[in-house]
C-alpha cells in the first residue's frame, strides 16, 4: 500500500536541507558543514577559514560569542518605552554587536548582554534593527529634554576597537536639546576621536567612559573627555569607596536604594566628578566579580569626614 506523500511526510520528516551555523546564525547549504576531510563540521566552512586567521595580539586570548553577528552595517534597535524595570519606561536603543571592542575584558567572558532576554534582542537587532538614518530620526522624534538611554548592549558607532567619528558627531547633533547617555569601552586615542568625545560632552550627550578597575578608573577620569563608570566586586561596599588616586566612587542608587535610572539621573550628568560603581551583576557575576578582582590593585576603601 502506498502512503500519500503528505501523510508520508507526516511520520517521515524530511531533513532540512538547510542548516543554521551556531557561530554567524546564518542559514547554509548541509554540504557547508562537511569538513575538508568529509566529516560533519560543527561551524560552516566559511566561519572556520575566517577564525582561523592570526588575530592581532589583544585578540589572542579573546572568546568568540557565538550567535553574535560580527559584519555587516551596524544595525540599532529603539524603543520609545524600554521594559527593563531598571530603566523604568525611559527610550532606549540596542547596537549590533560589532561594535563591541574586544579588548574589552567581558567580552566573551561575563557581559551581562551576553545571556537571558538581552541576548535575544541583541541578536534580532542585527537584522531586524534600523538603519543608522532611521535611527538618528527616530532620536530626533524624541521631545525636548527627553533622557534616554543609548545601548543597553553594544557600543558607539564602528566595528570593533574602531570608533566612527562621523557618525558619532551625527548622534550628537541628533541628540541636540535632548538628554542622551551610554556607556563604551571604546578609548578615544586620536586627536578627532577625543575632540568628538568632548563636543558629545559639551552638546549634552553623555558617554561614561567603563573602567574595568578601580585603576583604570583614575587613567579615563585622567583624560578629561567624559565621566566615568566602573565595575565593582559583588562584596564592594556601598560607602567609602575611593580610586587609588583618590577620586570618589558612588555605587549605582539603584543599587543601593532602588532608584530607577529615570528618578536617578546620574550616569546623564556630563560634567560630573563621581565616578559611578556597578558591581558585578548577570548570570556570570561571580566570574565577573573574580575578574575585576584579579585586575584591580590595592582598594582605598577608607570612610572620609
Known amino acids: 500500500m502506498t502512503v500519500a506523500a503528505p501523510l508520508r511526510q507526516c511520520f517521515f520528516p524530511v531533513a532540512s536541507e538547510e542548516k543554521r551555523c551556531p557561530q554567524c546564525w546564518q542559514k547554509r547549504p548541509r554540504q557547508a558543514f562537511i569538513g575538508a576531510r568529509g566529516k560533519p563540521i560543527q561551524r560552516c566552512i566559511t566561519c572556520r577559514r575566517r577564525y582561523a586567521r592570526p588575530r592581532e595580539e589583544y585578540l589572542k586570548d579573546r572568546p568568540i560569542r557565538r550567535g553574535l553577528r560580527k559584519e555587516g ?7 520609545a518605552y524600554s521594559k527593563n524595570r531598571k530603566l523604568h519606561g525611559l527610550p532606549a536603543s540596542i547596537t549590533s554587536a560589532e561594535t563591541c571592542p574586544p579588548s574589552c575584558t567581558f567580552y566573551g567572558s561575563g557581559c551581562y548582554a551576553e545571556f537571558a532576554w538581552t541576548r535575544v534582542h541583541w541578536v534580532r537587532t542585527a537584522t531586524t534593527g534600523l538603519s543608522w538614518k532611521a535611527f538618528l530620526e527616530k532620536v530626533r522624534s524624541l521631545p525636548p529634554e527627553s533622557l534616554w538611554r543609548h ?11 574602531h570608533l566612527a567619528v562621523d557618525m558619532l558627531l551625527e548622534l550628537v547633533l541628533a541628540n541636540l536639546g535632548r538628554r542622551g547617555f551610554t556607556f563604551s569601552h571604546k578609548r578615544p586615542r586620536s586627536k578627532s576621536q577625543i575632540s568628538a568625545f568632548r563636543k558629545a560632552r559639551a552638546s549634552g550627550f553623555t558617554i561614561n567612559l567603563s573602567a574595568d578597575n578601580l585603576a583604570e578608573a583614575d587613567e579615563l577620569a585622567a583624560l578629561d573627555v567624559g565621566p566615568v563608570a566602573v565595575v565593582l ?16 566612587v558612588v555605587v549605582c542608587p539603584n543599587e543601593t536604594v532602588g532608584l530607577t535610572c529615570k528618578e536617578c539621573e546620574l550616569c546623564a550628568l556630563p560634567h560630573r566628578k563621581a ?5 558585578a551583576h548577570g548570570q556570570m557575576q561571580r566570574h565577573v566579580s573574580e575578574l575585576v578582582q584579579l585586575r584591580r590593585p590595592a582598594l582605598r576603601t577608607e570612610a572620609r569626614s
Not at 552595517?73 to 524603543?79: Q, S, Y
Not at 545601548?151 to 576597537?161: F, I, M
Not at 566586586?233 to 570618589?248: D, E, I, L, V
Open 275 to 279: 565616578i559611578v560603581g556597578f558591581r
Open 151 to 161: 545601548n543597553e548592549a553594544g557600543d558607539l558607532p564602528g566595528v570593533g576597537q
Open 73 to 79: 552595517a551596524i544595525r540599532v534597535a529603539f524603543t
Open 233 to 248: 566586586p559583588t562584596a564592594m561596599s556601598s560607602r567609602g569607596t575611593y580610586t587609588p588616586q583618590g577620586r570618589k
